[in-house]
């Protein structure tokens, strides 16, 4: 099991002015985040995964991670906008690995702090929003204040797939199709005469070729761009 986290904010004052407004003192708050991160430890199993994406807030709250190794489970880290490079290092120590950038999972699941933007079929879970929220089915915000302190499951994610749409990567169904403009002759697309993609003549003609393969017993099949998250 996976679980995404983001914006635990230790020590950050202004975060209890800006957004946590719940708590009275910071030290309430980074004691509550903290009760947080234990029970989520004592939740895992080895082999399980927590992804942090980003600021996470002073350096000297890092051991929460150990509660983590603890359990068996592996801890990963996605720097945020407020970890500063001269941390890294520290970072580096407890984490498993450590991000400077947005991680592809698989094909249909990123990871990263800012939002970033995704084909319909895929899922972006990312931090940095706080008090807010995207409005698509798209982007899952991890920021603990917004998730109502809970962390986003694959269970989570795995339910949310189920809401969007199919998106097709099929070679001449794809959302980019038409704009392709090929550097070498391809035998298996008909061009109109003003050098654009016939669309329709073309995925007529993929089809036949298709269908002949099959009938000559071949095992070539067209890639649908389906498969697990």
Request: negative net charge.
């Amino acid at each position: 099991m996976r679980y995404f986290i983001s914006d635990l904010h230790m020590g950050h004052l202004g975060i209890i002015d800006f957004e946590r407004t719940d708590f009275s003192t910071i030290e309430e708050h980074d004691n509550y985040i903290a009760n947080f991160i234990n029970s989520l430890a004592k939740k895992l199993k080895p082999g399980d995964e927590v992804w942090n994406l980003g600021d996470y807030g002073l350096v000297d709250y890092l051991y929460f991670t150990d509660w983590i190794h603890q359990a068996g489970a592996k801890a990963y880290y996605i720097y945020g906008n407020h970890d500063h490079q001269s941390d890294l290092p520290a970072f580096e120590k407890y984490f498993d690995q450590v991000f400077l950038y947005p991680v592809f999972l698989s094909q249909k699941l990123v990871v990263s702090h800012f939002p970033v933007a995704v084909y319909p079929d895929t899922i972006n879970v990312h931090g940095h929003l706080h008090a807010s929220k995207l409005s698509d089915l798209n982007h899952m915000n991890a920021s603990i204040h917004v998730a109502g302190y809970h962390p986003i499951t694959d269970r989570n994610i795995g339910s949310r797939y189920k809401e969007l749409p199919r998106f097709v990567r099929r070679f001449l169904y794809e959302p980019w199709a038409a704009d392709y403009q090929f550097i070498q002759p391809k035998e298996d697309v008909i061009m109109t005469p003003d050098g654009h993609i016939d669309l329709s003549a073309s995925r007529y003609l993929q089809k036949v070729n298709t269908d002949r393969r099959f009938q000559e017993g071949e095992t070539y099949q067209p890639y649908h761009g389906q498969g697990m998250f």
